[in-house]
């Protein structure tokens, strides 16, 4: 990866200083993500989250992880479905 200035007379002296490069990698579209603060580590060593229902009663659903970006995870398995809500824990 290549990193210039847009205008280097703006730089003055500057030799050195710490930046921050952003790209993406991959793009995975039409998938079902939720909050990584959602996620459950289980004692087997996989991953679940705590899906709500309407009833407010609620159940682990297995996953399996994907992508992650902006706080977020790609989430697929059996049992889950868009607009599926997930508890995730307060602030």
């Not at 200083?17 to 289980?42: G, I, N, Q, Y």
């Not at 087997?44 to 902006?70: C, E, M, N, R």
Request: glycine residues 10%.
């Amino acid at each position: 990866m290549r990193v210039t200035l847009d205008d280097p007379a703006k730089a003055g002296k500057l030799d050195g200083a710490p930046v921050t490069v952003l790209f993406t990698s991959e793009r995975h579209k039409d998938v079902l993500a939720v909050p990584v603060t959602a996620l459950l580590a289980t004692i087997q060593g996989t991953y679940a989250v705590q899906a709500v229902g309407d009833d407010g009663s609620t159940h682990l659903v297995p996953v399996t992880l994907g992508a992650f970006a902006d706080g977020k995870v790609e989430v697929s398995g059996r049992g889950l479905r868009d607009g599926m809500k997930v508890q995730v824990p307060s602030s």
